[in-house]
């Protein structure tokens, strides 16, 4: 027991203390006429209790003990065929219903044994440079690929290279600008070199890339990551390289002119893999076809544990329902938990669920994936007067500092779903610290705070919660 819990006459006293308020707003007494503090607003008490629970029982973190265990989570991989099933048995056992696996088939790559790099410098010292292939990079040639290097940090500097460039190695690096409050929008601005720059370097002829890390924290952990090719354009290696040792090359670069960079990666792509989404619900008790959808992914990179990106989103999505259950609040509608397959390196199961779930009406869908750090409100992906119709329900998580309701960005899984009309929604963690992690030998559990990851369940589960209760049309309370 972590808690002092409410106990039933608690309960009662609560329920008695709100008939009174409602009474005497209804006789348009005021609160002080009746010795007692401002009248209770629609779902005041259900929230706070919301919030408790999830600050007593840890059940969001339990789950991500045990999902990060498994290890990283790479689509296709062994690991992410356990994940699936670690997912489909926690929401059996939580009591959730109409649990299943809906089928996806998933891009497959693999890191390989070996991913170094070293400068060069004339005949004298090597210096060791930290680096990882990015997702889904092609290897170098056996024993690795050396070429002199070539700094950029914009597109026009890469369309300038011109025939200078045959043969080099490009090294992108532009930092994310850390003059944004919102570590989001610097990484917005700079992961373009991320997805992009093999494509630019390869057509003016560079044999390979270097980029450096997205990642505010200067130190030696690379930063891998999805990049891009283009079909016509020759596919050259690409690794991200630590900020530290990012520096390091800029300023050897400034300083030696015989300067060589030898990479050598070992990655591959495999033939497509059959994998899924895992999907659970509470049914709706009135109107069981109309659907609030709680989720995150369930694959990660093949760095750390995930447990951040996005182990946390997978984990408050299952606790959110857990909590409901537990204080007995049977929604009006469904609220469905999609644990999502392959947000990182191919958005196939965002796409899947997208593209069966036609026939049942979405009223909202919300996403974590942004970290399990302690919430500050959401972003809303829907137009203006839905975002209203949100936005009223924000005193609800004010006790807990999580009430911006702000345009934003829902999440990446439910982006299909937004392009059928569907308000997608995103929980917005504080955002200082995710890229210190994101998909790096990093994010592990021992990066994730309990209460923190408690209060971003109890943030979804309130909000879901209302929005099943009340919908999300205008005027209609129902
Ligand atoms: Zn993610």
């Not at 899924?276 to 709706?284: K, L, S």
């Not at 709680?294 to 299952?318: E, I, N, P, T, Y």
Request: net charge negative; aromatic share 6%.
């Amino acid at each position: 027991m972590r808690c002092v819990r409410e106990s039933g006459h608690l309960r009662t006293l609560h329920a008695l203390v709100f008939t009174l308020h409602a009474l005497a707003a209804a006789m348009l007494i005021t609160p002080s006429d009746v010795g007692a503090q401002a009248v209770p607003r629609p779902y005041d008490l259900v929230s706070k209790q919301i919030i408790r629970e999830a600050m007593c029982e840890p059940g969001a973190y339990q789950l991500l003990e045990g999902l990060t265990r498994i290890g990283p989570r790479l689509s296709g991989s062994q690991n992410a065929a356990a994940a699936v099933r670690w997912g489909y048995d926690a929401m059996v056992s939580l009591g959730f219903e109409d649990v299943h696996l809906e089928p996806v088939m998933v891009p497959v790559w693999e890191r390989g044994d070996i991913e170094r790099a070293h400068a060069v410098v004339g005949s004298g010292p090597v210096v060791p440079l930290a680096v990882c292939a990015l997702g889904s990079s092609v290897a170098t040639p056996a024993g690795g690929i050396e070429g002199e290097v070539v700094e950029v940090h914009t597109w026009s500097e890469v369309d300038a290279l011109g025939a200078t460039a045959k043969g080099r190695i490009v090294f992108f690096n532009r930092p994310m600008d850390a003059g944004h409050y919102n570590t989001f929008e610097a990484y917005g601005e700079a992961v373009d070199q991320r997805g992009g720059g093999p494509v630019a370097a390869a057509k003016v002829g560079a044999c390979a890339v270097l980029i450096r890390s997205m990642t505010l924290a200067i130190d030696d952990v690379p930063h891998t990551g999805n990049t891009h090719y283009e079909d016509g354009v020759p596919r050259i290696p690409a690794a991200a390289i630590s900020t530290l040792s990012a520096d390091t090359l800029h300023s050897l670069l400034d300083r030696e002119r015989d300067l060589k960079v030898r990479l050598e990666l070992t990655c591959e792509t495999k033939p497509d893999a059959l994998s899924a989404n895992v999907i659970g619900e509470i049914r709706g008790r009135e109107k069981p076809e109309e659907v609030v959808i709680v989720g995150g992914h369930l694959d990660s990179w093949d760095k750390g544990q995930g447990a951040h990106d996005d182990g946390a989103g997978c984990a408050q999505a299952m606790e959110s329902l857990r909590i409901l259950k537990e204080l007995d609040l049977a929604p009006r509608r469904t609220i469905r938990a999609v644990l999502f397959m392959n947000e990182e390196n191919g958005l196939r199961g965002g796409r899947e669920y997208a593209a069966v779930a036609r026939g049942d009406r979405h009223v909202a869908a919300i996403e974590s994936d942004a970290g399990g750090f302690a919430p500050r409100g959401f972003g809303v992906n829907a137009p203006r007067e839905t975002l209203d119709l949100i936005a009223r329900w924000s005193y609800l998580l004010a006790p807990m500092g999580a009430d911006r309701i702000i345009e934003g960005h829902g999440g990446v899984d439910i982006w299909p779903l937004s392009l059928q009309g569907v308000p997608a929604i995103g929980l917005m963690p504080e955002s200082q610290r995710y890229f210190d992690y994101h998909h790096s030998d990093k994010d592990v559990i021992a990066a994730v705070n309990p209460r923190e990851l408690q209060l971003g369940a109890a943030a979804m589960a309130i909000l879901a919660y209302v929005i099943a209760e009340e919908g999300l049309e205008a005027g209609a309370s129902q």
